[in-house]
């Protein structure tokens, strides 16, 4: 599954997600102000820019902050030491990591 975000900058956003979150860019298209990135095999993620020329399958107007109402789970394999880099890159944290029992397989063995 791959999700598509819609950015005011592509390339600040390839840049946390590269250099904070540790994904790969797999397909960059500037001319069309868009990115296919990549993580762990398992994590894809597209970013374009928000007022840019891609098609959009919008619901209503979007206004920032993006990403209301909508999460995100990466899989990875250190939550914490994740969490970290994101702080010590100065993104906004909504909210803390808790430990959350969903009784859940797929999300064996740390259920983070």
């Given at each position: 599954?791959?999700?598509?975000?819609?950015?005011?900058?592509?390339?600040?956003?390839?840049?946390?997600?590269?250099?904070?979150?540790?994904?790969?860019?797999?397909?960059?298209?500037?001319?069309?102000?868009?990115?296919?990135?990549?993580?762990?095999?398992?994590?894809d993620?597209?970013?374009?820019?928000?007022?840019?020329?891609?098609?959009?399958?919008?619901?209503?107007?979007?206004?920032?902050?993006?990403?209301?109402?909508?999460?995100?789970?990466?899989?990875?394999?250190?939550?914490?030491?994740?969490?970290?880099?994101?702080?010590?890159?100065?993104?906004r944290?909504?909210?803390?990591?808790?430990?959350?029992?969903?009784?859940?397989?797929?999300?064996?063995?740390?259920?983070?």
């Amino acid at each position: 599954m791959a999700v598509e975000l819609d950015v005011s900058d592509v390339a600040e956003s390839v840049r946390f997600y590269t250099t904070v979150l540790g994904f790969a860019v797999a397909v960059d298209r500037p001319e069309r102000r868009f990115a296919y990135l990549t993580r762990d095999a398992c994590v894809d993620v597209m970013l374009q820019a928000a007022d840019g020329p891609g098609d959009r399958l919008r619901t209503g107007a979007l206004e920032r902050p993006f990403g209301r109402g909508a999460s995100v789970v990466i899989p990875c394999a250190d939550v914490d030491a994740l969490f970290q880099a994101v702080r010590a890159a100065g993104a906004r944290v909504a909210s803390p990591i808790e430990e959350r029992d969903y009784n859940v397989d797929v999300l064996v063995p740390t259920r983070r």
